[in-house]
């Protein structure tokens, strides 16, 4: 019985963790005993090997972070770690800058990345640089549109102004004319009618009391017992009348 505790007890020892070491063992230099239990751990800037401490070895362009974790160093702002757990320097490319992270760099504005450079943007004649995040590298001035790679002049009619647009139609008629095929055609009003702001249509509405016919207003004749309806463009019957060919009756 006393033989089996002996053997577990044995076992429990060597199960416990390597950088749990008990002052039982003799301590090795550059460790220090932990203010709880019997146990001992490497100091700042050394790392457990087996059962010793063994210094951080802190490469070049690095610098000590003073942690007990960790590989205990780290690289310098503009350099990058490699595998073989050294500091190399980011490379920075002409037209470029290093990133806030210190571990990549970008391009300045005006610039694009292509592999491991930065190529200077070619503006045509009438661009300027636009914000590279909607895909686009250069916009055209207004009053240009971008043809092949150029800015063109957009050609707008007479009796028309540019809109803006960044999609469609680059003008727009002034008002009072309509659009057809590429030019601004006035609208004829006719006689009793008045210009109409609606972007369908004819572009003119009757006067109150007339209505369209063609490309005219005619006067409205209303019947006796009616009355003009809300739109001023129709008659309709007063209550208790109704139409019946043209004319309203007594409903019986």
Aim: proline share 4%; net charge negative.
């Amino acid at each position: 019985m006393a033989l089996l505790m002996g053997s577990f007890v044995a076992a429990m020892l060597l199960a416990l963790p390597a950088f749990s070491q008990t002052t039982a063992q003799a301590m090795p230099a550059n460790a220090s005993a932990k203010s709880y239990g019997d146990e001992w751990e490497c100091n700042i800037g050394f790392r457990l090997d087996e059962n010793t401490c063994v210094a951080v070895v802190v490469p070049q362009n690095a610098y000590d972070t003073n942690r007990s974790y960790g590989s205990g160093w780290e690289c310098l702002h503009g350099f990058l770690r490699t595998d073989d757990a050294a500091c190399v320097v980011v490379e920075v490319p002409e037209g470029g800058f290093l990133d806030p992270s210190g571990e990549r760099w970008q391009c300045l504005r005006g610039y694009i990345k292509v592999d491991d450079t930065c190529q200077e943007i070619v503006l045509p004649a009438n661009s300027y640089l636009a914000d590279a995040s909607n895909g686009f590298m250069w916009t055209c001035e207004r009053g240009f549109e971008a043809t092949d790679g150029q800015c063109t002049v957009i050609a707008v009619p007479a009796n028309a102004y540019l809109n803006g647009s960044g999609f469609g139609q680059p003008w727009t008629c002034e008002r009072g004319f309509f659009e057809q095929a590429g030019l601004c055609e006035a609208v004829a009003i006719p006689a009793n009618g008045y210009f109409d702001d609606a972007t369908f249509g004819t572009g003119w509405k009757c006067d109150r009391g007339y209505t369209a016919s063609a490309e005219t207003c005619e006067f409205i004749n209303i019947p006796e017992n009616a009355h003009l309806d809300r739109s001023g463009n129709r008659w309709e019957c007063d209550r208790n009348f109704q139409n019946s060919k043209g004319l309203c009756v007594l409903i019986n």
